[in-house]
């Protein structure tokens, strides 16, 4: 039963407070935290269980939001953590993205949406299709209506739908004119390639999302060509674990709308889609920089949205870059952004220029990082493939549609 939860900014600073139980939580475990995070760095902000004097604290963070929930009795330390998870992920959906501005500027709604989430310390309703029945997002209309009338709530007079199903997740009514099914492969690739240009980590984390716009209860089941190479994966509660664990099959009955089916990771691959080489050398007081990309391993899809970005080292004074494809842009904060786009089939892009160093340097020490975005459609780069999908009580006149989307996430290239 957790007791309390508070967000935190990256100054330590407490963004929300919601109490859930009779028994108050103190601001002083905020303090208390905070404290162990500067006295011992990242380490302990990492962790996600902590036992303090008074309490059990579990932690996550999220787009530099720290999430802690307190807790003084015994309890099941995932359902905390996942629970953690399901309100970063839904306030992120509610607000767009998550920010310490955008919660303060929606604070009514953050706090209508726990007290539906969590009933006396308990995870209640944690489905997003039916908090947005329960519960408005944040519009300009709304925003609006509130300050002529008065009325900041959100929170609809109604009870929704699937409050009555024997599904929780779905509703008992839901009709469709064109019954459609669309399931997304989205993968995004982790990648670290060294000063030698030697692969360290290549995995790739993915999400099956699924659009489903059918009429009456389906129960669909949705089958890979090779599901033994995923690992780590986690289900929506929609799907039946028993014919996973005994056949890699999903068998479910969809939520209604768009939903994050399961997700997982494919480890150790042994190559990326394209190259990036940097080369640097300085002498006397000039630091000269050349970096090419190009393709390495042809997915057979047009790679593009290609972005080079790196931190010029504090030591550089001023630098003159130029590429022969794309554009480059030096930011005041010395962010360097290359926007290549699509690689031409004639040319490789390059880019190339030189820094000056401040005084009394005649060689670069700190060498930069290049952080690597890009976007390949049509292509799941982990290999996994969708055998089939199979309906049952659905109408005959069904259309069901499949894509796959491959984007890069941490992907380093080290120099």
């Not at 309100?87 to 706090?111: M, T, W």
């Not at 002529?148 to 009514?173: F, H, K, Q, Y």
Request: glycine share 6%; charged share 20%; aromatic share 8%.
């Amino acid at each position: 039963m957790l007791q309390c939860i508070f967000l935190l900014a990256d100054n330590g600073a407490v963004i929300l407070e919601k109490q859930l139980t009779g028994h108050r939580v103190d601001r002083s475990i905020c303090d208390w935290f905070w404290d162990h995070v500067i006295s011992q760095g990242d380490s302990f902000k990492s962790m996600p269980v902590i036992a303090s004097p008074t309490h059990y604290i579990f932690q996550i963070v999220r787009a530099g939001i720290t999430f802690l929930a307190c807790t003084q009795v015994e309890m099941p330390p995932l359902m905390g953590i996942e629970f953690l998870c399901r309100v970063a992920d839904i306030l992120s959906d509610y607000l767009g993205e998550l920010n310490e501005d955008l919660i303060k500027d929606n604070f009514v709604i953050v706090y209508e949406l726990l007290d539906e989430m969590i009933d006396n310390g308990f995870p209640l309703t944690t489905e997003p299709n039916i908090l947005r029945e329960m519960i408005a997002p944040p519009n300009i209309v709304s925003k609006m209506l509130s300050v002529v009338t008065g009325n900041s709530s959100n929170v609809s007079d109604i009870l929704p739908g699937a409050t009555a199903s024997c599904v929780p997740w779905r509703p008992t009514d839901v009709k469709y004119a064109n019954n459609e099914v669309y399931v997304d492969l989205v993968e995004e690739m982790d990648a670290i390639i060294n000063r030698d240009g030697v692969l360290v980590k290549c995995e790739i984390y993915g999400e099956v999302q699924v659009n489903c716009l059918l009429s009456g209860l389906p129960d669909l089941t949705l089958s890979f060509a090779n599901p033994s190479i995923l690992h780590d994966v986690r289900f929506h509660p929609c799907v039946r674990f028993r014919p996973w664990e005994s056949h890699q099959i999903l068998s479910f009955v969809p939520p209604d709308g768009q939903f994050k089916l399961m997700s997982y990771r494919v480890k150790k691959l042994k190559s990326t889609p394209i190259y990036v080489k940097p080369q640097l050398t300085s002498d006397a007081g000039t630091c000269r920089i050349s970096v090419m990309v190009g393709i390495r391993n042809d997915p057979g899809k047009t790679i593009d949205s290609i972005i080079l970005q790196f931190q010029l080292p504090p030591c550089i004074l001023s630098a003159d870059l130029t590429s022969n494809h794309g554009t480059v842009n030096v930011l005041s904060n010395k962010i360097c952004t290359w926007s290549i786009g699509r690689i031409p089939k004639d040319k490789a892009p390059s880019l190339s220029g030189t820094m000056v160093l401040e005084t009394g340097l005649e060689t670069l020490r700190v060498f930069p990082t290049f952080q690597v975005e890009f976007r390949i459609m049509g292509v799941a780069l982990s290999g996994l493939q969708i055998d089939k999908l199979d309906l049952q009580n659905v109408p005959n006149r069904l259309y069901k549609g499949f894509r796959a989307v491959t984007r890069a996430g941490e992907y380093e290239v080290r120099s």
